[in-house]
Structure formats: C-alpha cells, structure tokens
C-alpha cells in the first residue's frame, strides 16, 4: 500500500510536470501554410466534381457557420474567436471522418485523408498560438443537437464547400490576427 | 460664430462631395467594366467590404426603380432585402438598377433574387469574398535609383483591412511613345525594381491590383495614372576608362620599340630601294661617269668572265652544235651542216640509241651522217683523222657536267666559248670545229637553233681527261649526236640514253691531238 501510493505520488509529479514544463512551441505565423491548407481544400472540392462512383451517400453532417460579418467579427474577442475556430475544426473533423467511411474512390479518399490531417494540424497551429483553450468544449460525438455555431448539410459536396468557406474565413481572420503574432510584428 | 459653423460644414460637405465623387468615379468605372466583361444577369462585386449587386434595365424599357425587389439569403436563413437604386451612365447612356448589401457575409453562399412587379426575373448564388473588386493602388510612385537602366516603383495598397497579403500587382512600363510596354508581377510587396531599361529614357509607369485568389478572389482593378520617370544616363566608369587609356598606351609604345629596332627593316620591306647595277659595274658612274664604251674597254677581259659568270646562273645545260661537215670522200673536206629545224624534243627516253633526230626533220645529210657513225664506229681508227676533222668548220663541245668533275666543268663552262681550232684543213687537230651555237638553255624544248654566233676568246681549253663527246643537247636530255670522231664510246652512244652533254678534252695544252678521241656519255 505504501509502494503504491510513493507511485501514484511519482506519477502525479511526472504528469505535473510534463504539463507544466513543456516548452512552449513556437507561434507558427506565417499564413502560407493556411493557404497550402486552403488549396488542399479546394482540391477536394475538384475532385468531389469529377467523381464518378463510390463518392459517398447522401447523410447529413453538422458542419460550422461560416459566414463572417467583419463588422461583427471585428468586435468579437480573441477568445470567442477561438472557440468558433476550435469548435469548427472539430466538427470538420469529424465530418470528414465519418464521410471518409462512405468514400470507396480512391483518389477522394486520399483527398479526405490529407484534409482530415490539415485540420490536425491546424490545432497544432492554434495551440502554438495559445489559442486552444477552447478545445474541451468541443462535442463529443455527431448525434448531438446543433448549436447555434453549426448547420446541416446533407450531402459531401456541401460538407467539402463548408471546409473551404471556414479554412478561408474564421480560421485565417483568427490566425492572421492572432496576438502572439501581432506581437512579434511589433 | 455662426459664420465659422457654417464654413465648417461647407468644408464638410465639400470633403464629402468630393468622396462621394471620387467613389462615384470609380463606382462606375467599375459598374461599366463589369457591364462589359460580366455574362451574368445579376452582377456582383464587392468594394471595401460591401457587396454591390446591378443589373441593366432593359432596352427601350422605362422602369421605375421601385420596380424592382431585390433579396438574398445564405446559410438556410430567411430572405432578406435590398434597397434598390438606380444610376443612369453617362459613358454609355444606359441606365441600372442596383443593390448595396449593408452588412454582407463573407465566406458563405448567397442566395440573391432579382424580383419586378412580384415575378422572378433573375437569380444568382454566389461566395462575396470571390468578387472582391479592389480600387487601383494609390501614391504611385517613380524614381530613379542611380543605377543605370533601373527605376524604383513603389505605391500603397488599396485600403483594405485583412486583405493586405492577399493581394498580387501588376506593373506595366513603356518608353515614352512607345506602345509596346512590358508587364511584371509581383505578390504581396508593393514596391519594385524595373531592370534592363535603356538609358537617359523617358519611361511611363501603371499598376494595378488583384487578390491572389487563395482566400479572396476577384477582378483585376483599373489601371493607375500613369507616372513617368528618367533613367540615369549611362555612365562611363572612371577606372574602365583609366585601364583602357593604359592599355592603349603600353600598346603604342610597345608598337613604336619595335618599329624602332626594325626600322630598316621594315623600310626595306616598305619602302625598297630601287635595285641598280651599279656593284656589278664597279668603276662604271664612279670613274667613267656612265660611259660603258670607255668602261669596256678598260675592263673588257677581267669583266667578261664575270659577267657570263653572272647570268650563267645555273649549269649551262644546252649546247648548240653546228657543224658543217662535207663527208663525201676522206679527201674532200666535208661541211657538214646540221641545222636541225626546230622541233620539240618530248622526252629523253623518245631519245633512241641512235640519239640522232628521229623525230626531227631529217635533214638531208643525215641519212649521211647516220652512215659515217655507223663506219665510224666499226673502224674507229680508220677514222679517226676523218674528213670531219679536216672540216673547215667547226665545232665547239661544251662539258654538260660530270658528277665528279662538276665543279671544274661549271668553272670550264663559265669560260668563254672558244674553238678548240679554228683552220679547217689542219689534220692534228683532233677537234673538230663547228659551229657554235647558241648557248641553249631553253629547258624543255629541245630546240637547236642554227644560228652561228661564234665567240672565240683567245682562252686555252684546259686539258681535262681523257676524251671528249661533243654533242648539241637541249636541256631535255636530247642529245645529238654530231660527232665525227669515231670512237668506242660511239658504239656506248648508241646503246646508252643520252640526255647530258657531258665530254672530256683531251686536247693537249698546245695542240689538238686528233687521237684518243671518243664519246664519253653521261
């Protein structure tokens, strides 16, 4: 009993330590890579339109609003800015993931798969921008109810178009107005 | 007070008015263009960040803006609407309807419907940030960077707020007067360098603006006004110049030394002096100012060797042999005469061993003459003081050239020519006379001239070996054979090539012995 709680001891120190001393990663501000993100998207998107069989079923996904409203976004805060992306990306994701399963074109399917790795990387990104505190508020599972920050699509084409209005929308206004890249410009 | 309040709000108004103006402009400027270059119905642009939907009022058609219901929708929410306005254009005299979105949604999928008196006429979906429709970049700047053929090209983006790196510039650039310009692209920086222009020109400068077409798209915007700018004129560098006038100056005086140390040289070879004969006149227009009588015959026997020695150059080759030989009795003294006419020898091998005139022209003693050698050479004793020697004629041998006595036969044929005797009729003469032809030297004709120029100094024939050939020979290797004096070598003669005049003497120092005489042929 007491060897066993010195371990859990140890453990929870270890942990402790593993979150807090990691060393912070570096803010990933160059937009280039978004827009690589962007084009892969859009990619996508080519190849949805020219697919002749074993392009997916007809299902719906819950998918983020996309649309931006500069007045209204510009007043927003960073924060609130971040969870809209964070959530977004997650829904994203797991759209994909779950259409993914569907696709039996191989070059569709591959179009998927580098999206689906994109937007993990993009929550890589945000992270190295201290902008990932949103992410426990991110829904578990598709079969919830939509929020007010989502929509229903019913079809890959439109799930595939949502992807690239979001990358290109809130993700990009964030990332380019991220403070901690506003602060290394200056 | 209230005038103060009142110039304030005529600055305000005017300011305003001149915004207005200035968006007006280029609103439609805009709206023209995409009149043009747009197929769609209902067409869209943003400016700034609104979205500008217009579309043309029908021909011949007069309605009323109020006409007209304009809604969009995006995102499954409801219908939203529009406030309609119109413009007529002056440009074009063709009047539009048009609709200013307040707050547009970017990045999502609008829904726009164009109604009139409640039916559909036109619909459209369309993303806003895909039909950004930027102004042209301000502060258009041209400026000369020192260098030569380069300007610097700088200007200001549109005012736009999040687009600033999303956005590619074209410039274009011509000479001034030139209608042919080119066109560089450049992404996101908003200066440039033009390189390669020509010097001291006059250029004219346009850029415009478009967004890069990742995350907003949309049209090409209107050119700037043009902004000239000069380039330097070219200039020269100093150390270029200095290097090159050192190097042409170590070129000349390098020149100019080796002038110098071949002068004469090269005068010679410029500027050559006129040959005269005087260094082989010795004494001539130094002592007898010129009077060659006066200096023959001063220097008449030591010159004249010298003088032959000069323009015999070479081995005199031929030896013209006439010979008048009467041969019709021992008694009777012969003339016997060959004049051969002149015929071309071809090649010494055509030289048969009689060696005699096969192809020439026989002359009419020759078949004579043909006789005697023939007897000669069977009894070459019998003849050996033939009515030939006893000829009055004479004849003269010239030594072709042994090979072991050239030397000494160029010096003896550098002598004068001379009869070795000269009275017909003295039978211990064993040369016989002739007479003497000219000196051929003709190479290759084997031509016999019969002419009698005789030349007879009063010079001794060194003795030589033993016997002596006398023949006319041309230097084609012909040889002719007038010998009267038989001897053995006649019978040699006939069966050996002849093609060289080549003889021994045996004349003994004060008399001609008739003896011991035969043919030596090379």
């Not at chain 2, 803006?65 to 304009?70: D, L, V």
């Not at chain 2, 050192?246 to 002038?259: A, E, P, Y």
Request: proline letters at 5%.
């Amino acid at each position: 009993m007491q060897t066993f709680s010195g371990l859990v001891s140890i453990l929870t120190v270890f942990l402790w330590l593993g979150g807090n001393l990691v060393s912070p990663l570096r803010p990933i501000c160059d937009l280039r890579v978004l827009d690589h993100f962007v084009r892969e998207a859009r990619d996508s998107e080519v190849i949805m339109r020219g697919c002749r069989g074993g392009c997916g079923v007809m299902k719906s996904y819950f998918v983020p609003l996309t649309s931006v409203d500069f007045a209204v976004w510009e007043h927003m805060d960073v924060t609130g800015q971040a969870v809209e992306v964070q959530t977004g990306l997650s829904l994203l994701d797991q759209a994909l993931s779950n259409a993914m399963k569907t696709v039996s074109n191989s070059p569709l399917t591959s179009a998927l798969d580098n999206n689906i790795s994109n937007i993990h990387s993009l929550g890589q990104i945000l992270h190295s921008l201290d902008l990932q505190q949103a992410r426990s508020t991110v829904l578990p599972d598709d079969s919830a109810p939509a929020s007010a920050q989502t929509q229903e699509v019913s079809s890959l084409p439109e799930l595939l178009q949502v992807q690239s209005s979001f990358l290109r929308g809130k993700v990009r206004l964030l990332l380019s107005a991220a403070p901690a890249c506003q602060r290394q410009n200056s | 007070m209230t005038k103060m309040r009142s110039n304030r709000l005529k600055i305000i108004f005017m300011l305003c008015l001149a915004c207005v103006t200035t968006g007006g402009q280029h609103f439609e400027s805009k709206v023209a263009q995409l009149l043009q270059d747009e197929t769609e119905h209902i067409k869209c642009f943003v400016e700034g960040k609104d979205l500008t939907c217009f579309w043309e009022e029908e021909e011949e058609r007069n309605h009323l803006h109020n006409q007209y219901t304009f809604t969009y929708s995006y995102e499954n929410k409801n219908k939203m609407a529009c406030a309609v306005s119109s413009l007529s254009l002056l440009a074009s005299n063709k009047t539009i309807f048009f609709c200013k979105l307040a707050k547009t949604p970017f990045f999502t999928t609008l829904h726009v419907q164009v109604h009139r008196d409640g039916q559909k006429l036109y619909t459209r979906s369309l993303n806003a940030e895909n039909f950004l429709f930027l102004d042209p970049p301000r502060n258009l700047t041209v400026l000369s960077s020192g260098k030569e053929g380069q300007l610097n090209v700088s200007w200001l983006p549109p005012q736009l707020k999040y687009m600033d790196d999303s956005m590619i510039y074209e410039v274009r650039y011509a000479a001034e007067g030139s209608d042919l310009g080119k066109v560089e692209v450049i992404k996101v920086s908003t200066m440039l360098v033009l390189l390669g222009l020509e010097s001291d020109t006059r250029y004219k400068v346009w850029v415009r603006v478009k967004p890069d077409g990742v995350a907003y798209k949309g049209y090409w915007s209107a050119w700037t006004e043009p902004v000239f700018g000069v380039t330097p004129p070219s200039d020269v560098d100093p150390l270029i110049v200095l290097l090159v006038l050192s190097i042409g100056l170590i070129l000349c005086l390098l020149s100019l030394t080796v002038i110098l140390s071949h002068q004469k040289f090269l005068l010679k070879k410029l500027w050559p002096d006129i040959p005269t004969p005087e260094h082989k006149f010795p004494g001539l227009f130094t002592v007898y100012k010129g009077d060659f009588k006066e200096w023959m015959s001063h220097n008449n026997g030591s010159m004249w060797g010298r003088s032959v020695h000069v323009y015999t150059e070479e081995l005199p080759s031929p030896l013209e042999v006439l010979s008048e030989v009467s041969l019709t009795s021992h008694d009777t003294s012969h003339r016997e005469e060959v004049k051969p006419a002149e015929e071309d020898e071809e090649k010494e091998s055509e030289r048969s061993d009689s060696g005699l005139t096969d192809r020439w022209p026989d002359p009419p003693h020759a078949h004579w003459l043909m006789d005697q050698l023939r007897a000669l050479q069977e009894n070459p004793e019998s003849h050996s003081q033939s009515s030939l020697l006893q000829s009055h004629d004479t004849y003269v041998t010239l030594n072709q050239g042994d090979i072991e006595q050239q030397a000494d036969d160029v010096f003896e044929e550098t002598l004068p020519l001379q009869t070795l005797f000269s009275s017909a009729g003295t039978p211990s003469l064993s040369i016989s006379h002739s007479d003497l032809g000219s000196l051929q030297q003709s190479s290759g004709s084997g031509r016999l001239s019969s002419q009698s120029s005789l030349e007879y100094p009063n010079h001794t024939w060194p003795p030589k070996g033993p016997g002596y050939a006398y023949m006319a020979v041309a230097d084609s290797g012909v040889s002719m054979d007038y010998s009267p004096m038989s001897s053995s070598r006649i019978a040699e003669l006939g069966r050996h090539r002849i093609y060289t005049n080549d003889y021994k003497n045996e004349i003994f120092p004060h008399k001609w012995p008739l003896s011991g005489q035969y043919i030596k042929s090379g």
